[in-house]
């Protein structure tokens, strides 16, 4: 119990916490729906954001029922939304757990993965899980935080809803 | 990688850890209903709490369907509940996550915000999602440890079931 | 704020924080159908493995759905789950949280909780919650990092699928 832990063990626990500080804001922001046009500032520039399902994932196909590549297109992709979406009022609520390092590549980057449960209310209705499954992260540590510069969803959930254009 | 955090980072990372483990007592205290009469303890003798739903605190509304100022007033709703629990046996189970530390006011007086899951099984039936929402804190850092100085505890599901009387 | 924290209290923080780590490594492992005959390294060699109700636990009988003493049973039942699994094809994502370090024993064992939701998917299904519950666990700090000594796997659910011959 009073073993030093290793120098490597030492920085994935260091990161680790980032990253979940990280997430907490990143999924404030989301489930804050009036503030859904600077989701992109998570991102690096020319970051790629894919939402994918499990099948495809695991089978290494890359299409995705969402995709972004670089900020700019993040931020299209929220302004059209933030202009439709009070047409379905609901509340989201992000959980995510069990985040994990999985390497350090070089200086400022590595990989991460953590689980999501990402809960939806419609209007008069019971809470439900809308989504459930794993972000596969590549982060880059900068002088302004944590940013990602590649954000996989993948998603387990086989039966989804059809607005699913919020990012997640 | 190797950045060091500002001081002001590292007291909020520490607080975190600390409201963690405050909210992983408290919901494992909500979760074992004969404990329910030890729920005050986890707040300051003065303390507000109050659950309201996400659209009254979105308008700046305080109506909630619980409300409780000082430790004097939950007790005595803690124990009404006590007597009275056992005509409805069932578990709950609490999942706090995504905590994050907001503000730092003072020496010893912070807000922090957690997201939870409520979930709930009643005899012979499925785990359902009772309830999802935010706890926002007030907090206060005593000699005894974190004590609530305010909770409001703010959920998104639009039907709830009759009986939330109980804390959450 | 500034308090120095107690060494007791220093040191269930930094076992937390391993707890965490490697309920996230565990619950990864689950979650990769394919990994399966690997669960046993989580265990000593002669660990318990039980997953009970916690009506059962609460009445302190023993009884549970599965049951497992040793990493050779653990091993035998995990080689058979893997042999029939491809015939009910599912995803499933466990979520753990609200770890809390109970009881340091000795200088290498300690006790420890969790609150963990386990989602499960079938095909063309939407994603379920499929058992909450708790992991109580008794935890052995060893070179090659921590292992159970012991894990009951306390369920809430009360109404539950046929194939709960899956680890948890």
Not at 72 to 93: C, G, N, W, Y
Not at 110 to 126: A, D, G, M, V
């Amino acid at each position: 119990m009073g073993r030093l832990m290793s120098s490597e063990k030492a920085r994935k626990r260091e990161l680790r916490h980032a990253v979940e500080e990280f997430n907490a804001t990143y999924s404030a922001l989301l489930d804050n729906q009036e503030a859904l046009t600077d989701w992109p500032r998570f991102f690096t520039e020319d970051a790629l954001y894919v939402v994918l399902s499990q099948e495809n994932y695991d089978a290494g196909m890359p299409a995705g029922i969402m995709y972004a590549e670089g900020q700019k297109m993040m931020h299209d992709r929220a302004v059209a939304i933030a202009e439709t979406q009070m047409f379905s009022p609901h509340h989201t609520l992000h959980v995510v757990s069990n985040t994990r390092i999985c390497e350090l590549q070089g200086a400022n980057s590595f990989t991460s993965q953590s689980n999501f449960i990402l809960l939806r209310t419609l209007l008069e209705e019971k809470t439900k899980v809308h989504m459930a499954g794993m972000y596969d992260d590549v982060i880059v540590s900068t002088d302004q935080g944590l940013l990602l510069q590649q954000r996989k969803v993948i998603y387990q959930t086989m039966e989804i809803d059809r607005d699913l254009v919020y990012p997640i």
